[in-house]
C-alpha cells in the first residue's frame, strides 16, 4: 500500500497568514488522484481538494492543491478563523486508498 | 444533497462484535459504492473496505480481512458494518462514506460518525 507523509505535524500561523501543508508519496500517484480533506473536532472529514488540485463543491478559492507524482501541496492564502483544523491528505491511486498522518493548523 | 445517517454509539466488550448502520437520504445510494473508514483517537483516517450495494460485492483491506463483513440491503437502503473479535484497538469512530460520482475512493459524502468503544 502507499505510504503518505504529511509535514509539518503542526503548523501555528496568525489568521491571514499563508500556509503551506505538504504530503509526500511513497511511490509515484500515476494519476495523481490525490484528496485533501479538512477535520474538526467532532466533525467528519470535510474533502476539500481531489485530483490533486481540483477544488470540491463550495470550497473557497483560499484553498489551492498542486504538485504531482510524490509531492503534493496545499496552499491556504490567507487563514481564516475556521480554517484552523487539522487537514489529511488521502491516495485513491491504487488500492487500498490510504491516508496521511495529518497536519494540525493551530493558532498562533 | 447527499446525507448519510449512521446508528449510534455502542460499547462493546473484548471478543465481542458489533453492528453499525447507515442510510442515504432518499433511500438510496444511487449506484455508487459506500465505504466504511475509520478513525481511532489521535489518529488519521483508515480505510476499511466497501461494497457496491447494487451488486452486493463487497471488497476488505486485507488488516480486516476474515473479522469484517460490509453487507447492503438494497430495500431499505441500508449498509451495515459488521466487525467480530472485538480488541482495545477496535476502540475508533467509524465513519461510512460514499464515492464522489465515478471516482471510486474518492470520499465525498460521510456518515456523523458511530463511537465505538471496546471496554471491559
Known amino acids: ?108 | 444533497q447527499v446525507q448519510l445517517v449512521q446508528s449510534g454509539a455502542e460499547v462493546k466488550k473484548p471478543g465481542s462484535s458489533v453492528r453499525v448502520s447507515c442510510v442515504a437520504s432518499g433511500g438510496t445510494f444511487s449506484g455508487y459504492a459506500v465505504n466504511w473508514v475509520r478513525q481511532a483517537p489521535g489518529h488519521g483516517p483508515e480505510w476499511m473496505g466497501r461494497i457496491l450495494p447494487v451488486l452486493g460485492i463487497a471488497n476488505y483491506a486485507q488488516k480486516f480481512q476474515g473479522r469484517l463483513s460490509i453487507t447492503a440491503d438494497t430495500s431499505t437502503g441500508t449498509v451495515f458494518m459488521g466487525l467480530i473479535s472485538l480488541t482495545y484497538e477496535d476502540t475508533a469512530i467509524y465513519y461510512c462514506t460514499r464515492d464522489r460520482g465515478s471516482s471510486s475512493y474518492l470520499f465525498a459524502y460521510w456518515g456523523q460518525g458511530t463511537l465505538v468503544t471496546v471496554s471491559s
Not at chain 1, 467528519?44 to 492543491?65: E, H, K, N, Q
Not at chain 1, 492564502?77 to 496521511?100: H, I, K, M, N
Open chain 1, 1 to 108: 500500500e502507499v505510504l503518505l507523509t504529511q509535514s509539518p505535524g503542526t503548523l501555528s500561523l496568525s489568521p491571514g497568514e499563508r500556509a503551506a501543508l505538504s504530503c509526500r508519496a511513497g511511490q509515484s500517484l500515476t494519476n495523481t488522484f490525490l484528496a485533501w480533506y479538512q477535520q474538526k473536532p467532532g466533525q467528519a472529514p470535510r474533502l476539500l481538494v481531489y485530483g490533486g488540485s481540483s477544488r470540491a463543491t463550495g470550497i473557497p478559492d483560499r484553498f489551492s492543491g498542486s504538485g504531482s507524482g510524490t509531492d503534493f501541496t496545499l496552499i491556504i492564502s490567507r487563514l481564516e478563523a475556521e480554517d484552523f483544523a487539522v487537514y489529511y491528505c488521502q491516495q485513491y491511486d491504487s488500492s487500498p486508498p490510504t491516508f496521511g498522518g495529518g497536519t494540525k493548523v493551530e493558532i498562533k
